[in-house]
Nanobody, 114 residues
Framework: VQLQASGGGLVQAGGSLRLSCAAS????????MGWYRQAPEKQREMVAV???????NYAESVKGRFTISRDNAKNTVYLQMNSLKPEDAAVYYC?????????WGKGTLVTVSS
């Protein structure tokens, strides 16, 4: 299983970015898919997770600003990030759970200028 993330970049505070992550190498649907992030010298943290049925879970710090969604037909997960803050700057990692195994994509860097 491979996860390919895209969409990171540089944005001003208050701006928006949309991350995408496409899974390949699977037969059938991936279960939970989500986004995690890791800022310099900090531990990786969950940002948002969505189940195959569409149930969403968000970190408190992004509730109301970020929206996770998925296209099951494409095994793709998205993260719409609005009202970005400097503290949102991090490397964002895509995660997918498939047959009990966790898979990670290479990170995509999000930089937020103040």
């Amino acid at each position: 299983v491979q996860l390919q993330a895209s969409g990171g970049g540089l944005v001003q505070a208050g701006g928006s970015l949309r991350l995408s992550c496409a899974a390949s190498g699977t037969v059938g649907r991936i279960n939970d898919m989500g986004w995690y992030r890791q800022a310099p010298e900090k531990q990786r943290e969950m940002v948002a997770v969505i189940s195959s049925g569409g149930k969403q879970n968000y970190a408190e710090s992004v509730k109301g600003r970020f929206t996770i969604s998925r296209d099951n037909a494409k095994n793709t997960v998205y993260l719409q990030m609005n009202s970005l803050k400097p503290e949102d700057a991090a490397v964002y990692y895509c995660n997918g759970r498939y047959y009990g195994m966790n898979y990670w994509g290479k990170g995509t860097l999000v930089t937020v200028s103040s």
